[in-house]
């Protein structure tokens, strides 16, 4: 796929044309938003954020938990992990964000 056409003067160099540039991409795919919802972070305020997602954190410590022990970790471990902390990004977002 060809994307992100843009004239882009600084590669022009030295002569009268106008560089073009573009990106291809080989089998990118879109990442799904995790939300399903589309949130607004242009007014969150890092403070507030920051403190819902502590929140949620310890929420979730028992399953994050097995990260501080190296030796625990193995691939079903790390998958409940990352839904443990996706969870928990999650909730910040929702809790903070504007939909």
Same mark, same amino acid.
């Given at each position: 796929?060809? /994307?992100? %056409?843009?004239?882009?003067?600084?590669?022009?160099?030295? =002569?009268?044309?106008?560089?073009?540039?573009?990106? $291809? =991409?080989?089998?990118?795919?879109?990442?799904?938003? *995790?939300?399903?919802? /589309?949130?607004?972070? /242009?007014?969150? !305020?890092v403070d507030e %954020?920051? !403190?819902?997602?502590?929140? #949620?954190?310890i929420k979730s410590?028992?399953?994050?938990? *097995?990260?501080?022990? *190296?030796?625990?970790?193995?691939?079903?471990?790390?998958? !409940?992990?990352?839904?443990?902390?996706? #969870?928990?990004?999650?909730?910040?977002? #929702?809790?903070?964000? !504007? $939909?």
């Amino acid at each position: 796929m060809v /994307k992100e %056409w843009a004239i882009d003067p600084s590669i022009a160099h030295d =002569t009268d044309h106008l560089g073009i540039k573009f990106m $291809i =991409t080989h089998g990118q795919t879109e990442i799904e938003n *995790p939300l399903d919802i /589309k949130c607004c972070l /242009k007014d969150v !305020k890092v403070d507030e %954020w920051t !403190k819902e997602l502590e929140s #949620a954190i310890i929420k979730s410590k028992d399953d994050l938990q *097995p990260l501080l022990t *190296p030796d625990q970790l193995n691939p079903n471990t790390l998958d !409940k992990c990352a839904d443990a902390l996706t #969870a928990a990004l999650q909730s910040a977002t #929702a809790a903070t964000a !504007k $939909i």
